[in-house]
């Protein structure tokens, strides 16, 4: 059964031919209605009996979803002529758009395929890569938006904002795509930040961890060969609650999230990096100290 053209020129305000309409894309239309989705509901309800029904209106598909729902109907195919063809600057009669309009009439009723898409989620823990004259400016102009983690390359004094977290080292390898950056760190430095002179940890190699975004602006060669030219990668994220926090653990592991309901926005890296082995204990026999002898002139005191 062919499709059916349900037409509105809403409330006048586009050029329609119904007939023309008919000629050109070899489908039957309604007559013009003005207010399809106000005053002249009853009309859209009947057309929704009608399951080959295409409702050339765009801005009203919840309204007519809805109704449908409410009558026990499937939700309509849509078809938007107005703002695609009957507002444009060339509107002046229906047959200056007829063209357009059965072009698109056409279109709508092509089996394609649906584009394939990749769902990318991101919770704004964002590491900047760089010496501190250029990562640190950009972590202060993004801490109130991201979660921010500043990997210094050079050996500048740490900053004293705690707006961010700071670790000192050098970016082995970075592996995966937005969303999901896996990362290694060697000649890693954490940021102890209690007493009066902040300093760096002793460093440790193979430091790992996750992020979503990376900015690498140290200006040579990007840290992944997959993002090639791509040297600073940023997106609008959601706002999510996540904290970060920093334990080192006993072996090589991953850095892990843990999620905080008191802030409000993403915040920052924890480092696990391997610890050194500890050697076995072993018993030691010590031979037992001297006792001293009493000086002269000193007595003894009696066995009894």
């Known amino acids: 059964m062919?499709?059916?053209?349900?037409?509105?020129?809403?409330?006048?305000?586009?050029?329609l031919d119904s007939e023309a309409l008919s000629a050109a894309t070899g489908l039957p239309c309604s007559k013009v209605h003005s207010h399809l989705c106000t005053t002249e509901s009853e009309a859209a309800a009947a057309a929704l009996q009608d399951p080959d029904a295409i409702f050339c209106c765009g801005q009203e598909s919840r309204?007519?979803?809805?109704?449908?729902?409410?009558?026990?109907?499937?939700?309509?195919?849509?078809?938007?002529?107005?703002?695609?063809a009957g507002w444009s600057r060339d509107a002046l009669k229906a047959a200056d758009v007829l063209p357009k309009m059965s072009a698109l009439v056409s279109e709508a009723q092509l089996d394609l395929r649906p584009a394939k898409s990749v769902d990318v989620v991101s919770e704004g823990l964002c590491l900047i890569?760089?010496?501190a004259d250029v990562a640190l400016p950009a972590a202060e102009k993004l801490q109130d938006s991201l979660g921010v983690t500043v990997l210094l390359t050079d050996a500048a004094e740490p900053p004293l904002s705690r707006g961010f977290d700071t670790i000192r080292g050098q970016l082995r390898s970075a592996q995966g795509a937005l969303g999901g950056f896996e990362i290694t760190v060697d000649a890693l430095q954490s940021l102890d930040v209690t007493g009066r002179e902040w300093s760096?940890?002793?460093?440790?190699?193979?430091?790992?961890?996750?992020?979503?975004?990376?900015?690498?602006?140290?200006?040579?060669?990007?840290?992944?060969?997959?993002?090639?030219?791509a040297k600073a990668i940023c997106v609008q994220i959601p706002n999510r609650l996540w904290r970060w926090r920093m334990r080192c653990l006993p072996q090589a592991s991953w850095w892990a999230p843990s999620k905080s309901r008191s802030m409000s926005k993403p915040s920052h890296f924890s480092v696990r990096i391997p610890a050194p082995a500890r050697p076995a204990a072993r018993a030691v026999s010590m031979p037992a100290p001297p006792v001293p002898s009493p000086p002269m002139g000193t007595a003894l005191p009696l066995i009894r």
């Open 2 to 15: 062919p499709k059916h053209l349900i037409l509105c020129d809403c409330s006048g305000s586009q050029p």
């Open 63 to 84: 309204f007519f979803t809805a109704l449908a729902e409410e009558l026990g109907q499937d939700a309509p195919a849509f078809l938007d002529l107005r703002d695609r």
């Open 129 to 131: 890569v760089g010496t």
């Open 200 to 229: 760096w940890s002793a460093p440790r190699d193979g430091g790992r961890s996750e992020c979503d975004i990376i900015l690498d602006l140290r200006g040579g060669t990007p840290c992944s060969p997959r993002l090639k030219s």
